[in-house]
Nanobody, 123 residues
Framework: QVQLVESGGGLAQPGGSLRLSCAAS????????MGWYRQVPGKERELVAG???????NYADSVKGRFTISRDNAKNTWYLQMNSLKPEDTAVYYC?????????????????WGQGTQVTVSS
């Protein structure tokens, strides 16, 4: 089993910054793809940023140049640094893990999700 625990959400003013963290626990050897998604009521969950084990990153066009995803493989933890926040960044943010290798040697393609953390950008 894999548990993802997020932290770092909250309230920020427009132009401000927040940093989200996601820590994975369980019998994990490695996680190939770590990501962040967000969702607002009435809309589908959307990809914000992703990072592979090799360090390749991709971002939604709406956050390019403002958000940075990073990871610490030794800790199975990843981060989302959010700068120049806008009111439209307000959402529940979820971390996501894909292609998880376990200590048994088994790798699953099943995605795992965190519980979600609220980010509100408002003056």
């Amino acid at each position: 089993q894999v548990q993802l625990v997020e932290s770092g959400g909250g309230l920020a003013q427009p132009g401000g910054s927040l940093r989200l963290s996601c820590a994975a626990s369980g019998s994990i050897v490695s996680i190939n793809i770590m990501g962040w998604y967000r969702q607002v009521p009435g809309k589908e969950r959307e990809l914000v940023a992703g990072i592979t084990s090799g360090g390749n990153t991709n971002y939604a066009d709406s956050v390019k140049g403002r958000f940075t995803i990073s990871r610490d493989n030794a800790k199975n933890t990843w981060y989302l640094q959010m700068n120049s926040l806008k009111p439209e960044d307000t959402a529940v943010y979820y971390c996501n893990a894909k292609s998880v290798m376990f200590t048994t040697g088994w790798t699953t393609a099943r995605p795992y999700w965190g519980q979600g953390t609220q980010v509100t950008v408002s003056s």
